[in-house]
């Protein structure tokens, strides 16, 4: 499943900033789920963007969080080996800090295989 985040981001500017979005007289939506068999009303909404809101974010929030765990990880990983390449290079080692931000900004998985030397 993918997002587009430009959609998601203006679905939560569309909502109301505030609690306010479940409070109110003039319903336009109410969300109801069932519990022991019964129908209870888990939310009344003033606006139609306030539920579309409301119903989006399960699934959103979660998406994005996932994404962004990802980068950061990503990131961490990058600077990380960043750091370590500048230590290698400070030390004369211009080789071995060159290859250090080769594989951490280009993965071997990601790398051409042609470009791999081969036994022969």
């Known amino acids: 499943m993918s997002r587009d985040w430009q ?3 203006s679905m939560c500017k569309e909502a ?3 609690p306010d979005m479940c409070i109110g ?3 336009v939506f109410s969300e109801y ?3 022991g068999g019964e129908q209870v009303l888990i939310g009344r909404f003033n606006k139609t963007e306030d539920a579309l809101f409301f119903c989006e974010a399960h699934e959103a929030l979660p998406y994005w969080l996932q994404k962004y765990a990802a980068e950061k990880a ?3 990983k990058l600077s990380e080996a960043i750091n370590k390449a500048i230590s290698r290079l400070r030390q004369g080692d211009l080789i ?3 290859v250090i931000l080769r594989e951490a900004l280009y993965p071997l998985p ?3 295989k042609d470009s791999l030397p081969t036994e022969d």
């Open 33 to 35: 789920v069932e519990v």
């Open 25 to 27: 007289d003039t319903e």
């Open 110 to 112: 990601e790398r051409e």
């Open 7 to 9: 959609k998601d981001m």
């Open 96 to 98: 071995e800090g060159g």
């Open 16 to 18: 109301t900033e505030s």
């Open 74 to 76: 990503r990131a961490d």
